[in-house]
């Protein structure tokens, strides 16, 4: 049963767990009580073991056109200082199963660094990503200064930030912000698609490749390299490790237990 008021939180099928922002009216303006939601589906999720892989998504029109100006104006100083949206996105941010973002539509300011903090984003073919806060006399605030630049290069990400640009799917696609493009009304079938292959797989492997991967952006190559072998050596410990092994050795497919 969905008992929030901002999100919509669809059957698990498959392992995956669809969590849809809505606030329409708004073009899903991520209030307060959005992010503090989103957060309590993520960490509720976290304890979930029926839960693999997670997506998020917008609308077939807008993914999310960022945090909600409306609410950020009544925000001072200290205001601002006391905020409890960064907790919000802390847990975003250390959520260890997969997320994939579904975007059609915009996906501005914090709109866009939602789906930055997903770990593929797909996207339709409509989609439009932008960090405008420029506009308003401020900047990024959820991590949009720091992996976009680490995502799509320098000289873009300048001229999203500074110039407030907004770019469509194509240079998203070229710039490697996305891994794939699909028609709008197809964006979240192919997000799920994508999620049920991925919960098909050892929920442990998953775990730590994923952390491998996310690791490269903290760390130098020789810490990153040495991260991977402990994780790859972990993994030799696990029961998927030996199904997987062996399913390939009988020709069939493997049966994970994530043990
Ligand atoms: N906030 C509040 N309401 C919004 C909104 C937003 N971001 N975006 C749209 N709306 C509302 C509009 O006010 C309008 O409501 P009514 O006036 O009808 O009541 C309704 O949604 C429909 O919007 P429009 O009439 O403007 O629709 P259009 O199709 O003409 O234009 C648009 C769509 C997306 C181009 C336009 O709405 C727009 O430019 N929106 C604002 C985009 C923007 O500037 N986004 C960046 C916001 S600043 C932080 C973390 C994150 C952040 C900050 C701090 N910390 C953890 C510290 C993030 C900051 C931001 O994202």
């Not at 957060?39 to 892989?53: G, M, P, R, V």
């Not at 994780?231 to 050795?249: K, N, P, V, W």
Request: a negative charge; hydrophobic letters at 45%.
């Amino acid at each position: 049963m969905n008992t929030y008021q901002d999100i919509l939180l669809g059957e698990i099928e498959q392992s995956v767990l669809t969590i849809s922002l809505n606030r329409p009216e708004f073009h899903n303006a991520l209030c307060n009580n959005l992010l503090k939601e989103l957060a309590q589906a993520l960490d509720a999720a976290s304890s979930n073991a029926d839960i693999k892989c997670v997506v998020i998504s917008g609308s077939e029109k807008v993914f999310a056109a960022g945090a909600d100006i409306k609410e950020m104006a009544k925000l001072d100083a200290i205001g601002v200082l006391q905020d409890t949206r960064p907790q919000y996105w802390d847990t975003l941010r250390k959520f260890k199963k997969p997320i994939i973002a579904a975007v059609n539509g915009y996906a501005l300011g914090g709109g866009c660094e939602l789906a930055c903090h997903a770990d593929i984003i797909i996207a339709g073919s409509n989609a439009k990503f932008g960090q405008p806060e420029i506009n308003l006399g401020i900047m990024p605030g959820a991590g949009g200064t720091q992996r976009l630049i680490r995502t799509v290069g320098k000289s873009l990400a300048m001229k999203m930030v500074l110039a407030g640009e907004v770019i469509d799917a194509e240079t998203a696609l070229q710039s490697g912000l996305i891994a794939e493009i699909t028609q709008p009304e197809a964006t979240l079938e192919r997000a799920t698609k994508l999620a049920q292959q991925i919960a098909g797989k050892s929920a442990i492997a998953i775990q730590l490749a994923k952390q491998a991967l996310l690791e490269s952006f903290e760390t130098p190559l020789e810490t990153g390299l040495s991260l991977e072998r402990k994780a790859f050596t972990i993994l030799a410990a696990s029961e998927d490790r030996q199904e997987g092994i062996q399913a390939f050795m009988e020709k069939r497919k493997a049966v994970f237990k994530d043990v």
